[in-house]
């Protein structure tokens, strides 16, 4: 599941010029339009804005370094305070939890470079700040006509920016974000001291209904600051504990289509069976929350693996228990994951991520099949095994890798069942389709956005650190939206591999240990031989996807069949998991019956497993 956060982003001014106009007069424009020698001189920028979006509302203040490239931003957006900077060399987030993490994964690093590089009018320097910059010609839209650029600065990544060619200032830009593309627009520009600013600002993912509105209420130009404003802050964080003072404790979880369940408490109630994602944060449900008489605020646009998206809220929890250990008041985004329950086939409380990783050293043993909380100052990594740096992007933690000996950046997610799915962007840049004669065309995951799809082969080598895995089950990711299509990853590393290890995160020192589980599951690698994707339904399992030429399309199962047997046991007897698995695991040349229900008639239809990668 890819990760969560309150979204904004804030632009000074620019601007445009006359249609077939030359770059370079466009940005001469613009800059005459925006105030021209106003701005000469200024060195610092204070703003403070008033936000309104996705239910909630709430304010926002920024102070940039207009010389040096540097920026923070502070918020307070409904339950949620937290915090972003950029010191001129890397970026950090402050969460809603209270943590700091340094974020250096994904496009953080580019897309600071370019909010400074827009926020400083770098444009307007004879050098063009040293950015490529390209005229994409004049465009139309709801009556109005712009210039259009398309900008790289020197080690950030593209983004359009629109120019009206009336007022010569900048009106919107367009940035791929991660997964997404967010189209940020500006209006109601006012001077302040002589500097134009736009006085309203509106950040979309495309979708109206979760747009986010920022209402310029001050602006001030300062003297130069001190390089602490910009720097990481260091916190201290006192919020959790182990009973008894214990360095750590240990619980038991459950393994279900390569996901993680263990026993959590809410405001010491429960248990209640949470899935452990390190791709996700932590999450309750609609009806736990609830159960819990838990107040959810605000409507989030929530996007991860799939096209699609989730509307979620927030909330406040006083105590969460994981084995003896506690966490106090925090933040969970109330997110219908129970509405996945037909693709897990069951249904779970919520989820425990990235907060409750951060504050602990966490270690999952897939082998003994238990998750143990280490209190951070007790840690001892000489038995951890192999050390492999990590990145955050946002919540998530990414690793250096390669595949196939193709250097690139992957997600490491305890919430994926698969083993390792590639982007699309990563295929296409590679050219990694044509070298697969062997495979198939199938769903290869379920997250929040919906089905995701790829061709699945049975790949090459992959590369973390010093260990090397083969043989892997690898989907070419053919997705057009959502987590598989973010151009900043190769893929994502998911649970099928990790369980081969026991897993030490160490969150805090931007550290993961691998070392080899005992004893190892003997199906790792093994991939479905029917061919076949079904999910819970009332009176069995709901056929949604078969692959095309698989023993399933062949024997004449189709989309949209409810299988109410297999072997002559009653589906609703069955776990869904476990006929995954067996499907999963029993040898090619196995007949396993399907009694069908068609059109109002049961039909018994026998599937002869075979491999299919």
């Known amino acids: 599941m890819r990760h969560f956060l309150i979204a904004f982003a804030l632009t000074a001014a620019a601007a445009s010029a006359p249609a077939c106009a030359a770059p370079a007069d466009i940005l001469d424009a613009n800059r005459a339009a925006s105030g021209a020698d106003a701005w000469a001189g200024k060195v610092t920028l204070k703003t403070s804005y008033a ?5 909630m509302t709430g304010k926002i203040e920024s102070v940039t370094d207009l010389t040096n490239g540097r920026m923070v931003d502070s918020y307070v957006i409904g ?3 937290g915090a972003q900077g950029y010191d001129g060399a890397h970026s950090w987030a402050k969460d809603a939890s209270g943590t700091v993490t340094p974020q250096e994964g994904g496009d953080n690093h580019a897309l600071s470079v370019n909010e400074v590089y827009r926020r400083g009018n770098l444009w307007w320097n004879a050098d063009r700040g040293g950015a490529a910059i390209v005229d994409d010609g004049e465009k139309t839209d709801n009556g109005g006509t712009f210039e259009v650029l398309t900008v790289t600065p020197k080690d950030g990544k593209p983004f359009d920016a629109w120019f009206d060619v009336k007022s010569h200032l900048l009106s919107r830009t367009v940035e791929k974000q991660g997964p997404q593309t967010m189209t940020t627009s500006l209006s109601d520009y006012r001077s302040f001291d002589g500097a134009m600013l736009a006085g309203k600002t509106i950040v979309s993912d495309g979708d109206a209904k979760y747009d986010q509105t920022m209402t310029l209420v001050s602006a001030s130009f300062l003297p130069a600051q001190d390089a602490s404003v910009f720097a990481m802050p260091s916190v201290t964080i006192t919020d959790f504990s182990i009973a008894g003072g214990a360095k750590e404790t240990t619980f038991p979880f459950e393994l279900f289509n390569n996901h993680i369940y263990a026993k959590v408490t809410i405001n010491g109630k429960g248990p209640y069976t949470f899935i452990f994602d390190t791709g996700g944060v932590n999450v309750v449900t609609p009806p736990l929350a609830r159960e819990l ?4 605020e605000g409507k989030m646009d ?37 509405t996945m329950s037909n693709t897990e086939g069951f249904t779970g409380g919520g989820m425990v991520g990235f907060e409750t990783f951060r504050r602990f050293v966490t270690r999952i043993d897939y082998g003994a099949n238990t998750i143990t909380l280490i209190d951070p100052k007790s840690f001892d990594p000489k038995d951890s095994g192999i050390a492999v740096p990590i990145k955050f992007d946002g919540n998530v933690p990414e690793v250096a890798g390669t595949y196939a000996g193709v250097p690139g950046t992957f997600d490491i997610d305890t919430g994926s069942r698969a083993e390792l799915m590639l982007t699309s962007p990563f295929v296409a840049k590679n050219n990694l389709r044509p070298r697969y004669t062997k495979g198939v065309d199938a769903v290869i ?7 995701s799809r790829g061709f699945v082969v049975r790949g090459e080598p992959l590369r973390i650190g010093d260990i090397q895995i083969a043989d892997t089950v690898t989907a070419l990711s053919t997705d057009t939206k959502g987590a598989q299509s973010d151009d900043a990853l190769a893929g994502n590393i998911g649970g099928g591999i990790l369980r081969r290890f026991v897993l030490t995160f160490d969150y805090g020192h931007n550290t993961m240990y691998l070392k080899p589980a005992s004893p190892l599951s003997p199906d790792i690698g093994a991939y479905d031989r029917a061919g076949l994707w079904m999910n819970l339904s009332a009176d069995g399992f709901t056929v949604v996807d078969v692959t095309p030429g698989a023993p399933a399309a ?15 046991t009653s589906a609703k ?31 018994d239809i026998p599937v002869t497993l075979r491999d299919l990668i």
Do not use: C
Not at 293 to 296: D, G, I, N, P, Q
Not at 310 to 322: C, D, F, H, R, S
């Open 79 to 81: 339950p949620g305070t």
């Open 51 to 55: 936000y309104s979006g996705q239910g």
């Open 293 to 296: 008489a838990l107040k959810s």
């Open 445 to 451: 995951g379920w997250g929040v956005g919906g089905p």
């Open 302 to 338: 929530v996007h991860g693996g799939g096209s699609g998206s989730m509307e979620a809220g927030l909330t406040k929890i006083g105590e969460i228990g994981l084995g003896r250990a506690t966490i106090k008041d925090k933040l969970f985004i109330v997110l219908p994951l129970d």
């Open 573 to 603: 007897s069955l776990m869904l998991y476990n006929v995954r698995k067996r499907l999963r695991d029993e040898a090619a040349g196995t007949v396993v019956t399907f009694t069908v229900k068609r059109d109002g008639k049961n039909a």
């Open 554 to 568: 062949a024997a004449g199962l189709k989309a949209g069949d409810t299988i109410v047997a297999v072997d002559g």
